[in-house]
């Protein structure tokens, strides 16, 4: 790609600032690696309006035609106070924004509920179009690690479950707090789509489930479902819905009042014993893995500024760590440190650890042993280090009462100096790097195609000073973000596919872009073209949701990993490389 080809196109009447800024609607940018003259490569750009386009609706006649037979049955108004009200007004309670779904015949009673209850109806849920099962819970995915809670994914029955289950089974490793509601019609004229257990298609791989037989049990699971889902081991839980009790009257049935789980931390003996530590200590550092929520994010800052601890984040690695860019993120003045406190973080020297998705792994009742099953479930207890069942996120606020009452105003003088020492010596290191970070991302700047390092480069200036999230993992185009961006909100990179599965990246994303909406937030997608094959349909319903996300594509026309592995086989076998394409490029048509 040539430099004017990066350059925004005022032409057009768009600039690219007014490009990436757009909130109305989901944007796509391509980078195709198209074929030239002699086989060169050519990048082309290409950018989306932000007009929407003209959508005519059909006639009188035709939406007649459409519906067909299906007309209401006016005169006959015979419920009330549907049993599907009560339950989206559980939902409402929870705070649930979304529910993502493909309709389906087993849940069109909870369905109508949502789009039509309340006096603000389709709001708090609003029914998300999918256009695949596997889209939906990816967006819940997506939204979850972005906003460290749970949305529903609604599906239908037994097929709908399992075009979801790969997505499932991806958000389950991920740690991922998730609602997936499964409709259930034992009248259903389609008998395969009905189950006496369906949840079991998915039970090894989630956290929960249950099948309630009324209403009142059904409110009580999507209370209980959602009060699982919080609770560390965070992960995804499953409801079956009876498609009846959605119908059903439910008269004066009252909805019953939700009470929060209790989150286990650590004791004020514990929190006594670590407070002492850090205070007492002349170079205290806190190794910080990812929490449940922002809140703990926010809590974590508070604590390392009370002590002046030098800090380490996973920010650039996943969702809800300490800041990239605070000035207590880094090394500090002295690697030598004399106390270390690890916050979900999983080494041997952590001091409070969550709990971790071993603890589940009794779900699997057909035996499948999962890859991760058979793994270590953690190192040895060695050098007084404990495993811990205690979440750091609870823990934190007793922790901090107690560090507050071992401080006195000799200690407060010496944690701000020594504040302000690491902070200096974090600002120079960073300097230090990004000075021969830049000088190696130059090499094939003026490439074509053009170089992943650019494309990163280029993309920072424009999004820096807005509430941006990188929502797509970045693995698969080398992580050059890590090193060139800020990482300082709690979802400013949301991870790499927690079970290296494809099909993630556009509906997690997707999913990222519902949180941002209301939020003024833009989320930036570095898509694959490999991995959005799988259900590009989530592009759908980004743009009809009018969602704030910019896809780039990252167009490599192969799958380029599989490639790799077949060169390299090839060769080991002394078969030549000139058929390695087959099965692993995407030619004959050129994506």
């Not at 529903?152 to 029955?157: D, H």
């Not at 701000?416 to 290191?429: E, F, P």
């Not at 970070?437 to 090499?443: D, G, P, S």
């Amino acid at each position: 790609m040539k430099k004017s080809d990066l350059k925004s196109k005022s032409s057009k009447g768009l600039s690219r600032r007014g490009f990436l800024g757009s909130s109305t609607m989901a944007s796509v940018v391509t980078l195709a690696a198209a074929t030239g003259p002699a086989g060169v490569y050519r990048a082309e750009a290409q950018e989306s309006s932000t007009e929407r386009p003209v959508s005519i609706p059909p006639s009188p006649e035709k939406a007649e035609r459409e519906v067909g037979i299906s007309q209401p049955p006016v005169a006959n108004h015979t419920v009330m106070r549907a049993s599907s009200d009560l339950m989206v007004q559980v939902l409402r309670d929870l705070k649930i924004e979304y529910v993502a779904s493909n309709p389906g015949s087993s849940f069109e009673g909870l369905q109508e509920s949502i789009i039509n209850y309340g006096e603000t109806p389709n709001v708090m849920p609003e029914f998300i179009s999918a256009l695949h099962e596997e889209s939906a819970v990816d967006m819940a995915h997506g939204y979850a690690r972005s906003e460290g809670r749970p949305m529903v994914a609604l599906v239908q029955g037994t097929v709908g479950l399992q075009h979801a289950s790969m997505a499932i089974f991806q958000a389950f490793h991920g740690h991922v707090p998730m609602i997936v509601l499964v409709g259930n019609d034992e009248h259903n004229f389609v008998k395969a789509h009905t189950g006496e257990d369906i949840a079991a298609l998915a039970r090894p791989y989630t956290k929960w489930d249950a099948h309630p037989s009324s209403l009142e049990e059904t409110l009580d699971a999507l209370q209980e479902g959602y009060r699982r889902s919080i609770t560390p081991p965070c992960a995804p839980v499953l409801i079956v819905l009876d498609s009846e009790i959605q119908k059903q009257e439910a008269g004066d049935f009252a909805v019953p009042v939700y009470s929060p789980p209790e989150i286990l931390g650590i004791d004020k003996r514990a929190a006594d014993e670590i407070a002492k530590g850090l205070v007492e200590a002349s170079n205290p550092h806190i190794s910080v893995g990812r929490f449940r929520t922002p809140e703990g994010v926010k809590r974590a800052i508070e604590l390392a500024e009370m002590v002046g601890a030098s800090t380490d984040s996973q920010a650039t690695m996943g969702p809800m760590s300490f800041p990239q860019r605070h000035p207590l993120s880094g090394e500090g003045v002295d690697p030598d440190y004399d106390y270390i406190l690890g916050l979900e973080y999983s080494g041997r020297d952590a001091s409070i650890r969550g709990p971790h998705l071993r603890d589940l792994a009794g779900r699997d009742d057909m035996g499948l042993e999962f890859g991760w099953t058979r793994s270590p479930a953690a190192p040895p207890e060695t050098e007084g280090t404990m495993d811990i069942a205690a979440d750091a996120e609870a823990s934190l606020p007793i922790l901090l009462d107690s560090v507050q009452e071992k401080l006195d105003e000799q200690m407060q003088s010496t944690i701000m100096q020594r504040s302000k020492q690491h902070a200096k010596a974090n600002s120079s290191a960073r300097v230090s790097s990004l000075e021969v970070i830049l000088e190696e991302k130059k090499k094939g700047w003026n490439s074509s195609p053009v170089s992943l390092a650019r494309l990163y480069a280029e993309l920072w200036p424009h999004i820096k000073d807005l509430d941006w999230c990188l929502a797509s993992p970045s693995n698969f185009s080398s992580r050059h973000h890590a090193e060139l961006w800020d990482h300082d909100k709690p979802y400013s990179y949301l991870g790499v596919y927690p079970a290296s599965a494809l099909g993630y990246c556009i509906g997690a994303s997707t999913g990222a872009a519902l949180a941002a909406k209301e939020r003024k937030r833009i989320v930036i997608n570095i898509q694959g073209d490999g991995d959005i094959n799988y259900a590009p349909g989530a592009l759908w319903t980004a743009a009809h949701h009018r969602l704030p996300m910019l896809t780039i594509m990252h167009n490599n026309r192969a799958w380029h990993m599989e490639l790799m592995y077949l060169t390299h086989m090839a060769g080991v076998r002394g078969r030549g490389t000139d058929r390695a394409h087959i099965g692993t490029t995407f030619r004959d048509p050129y994506i």
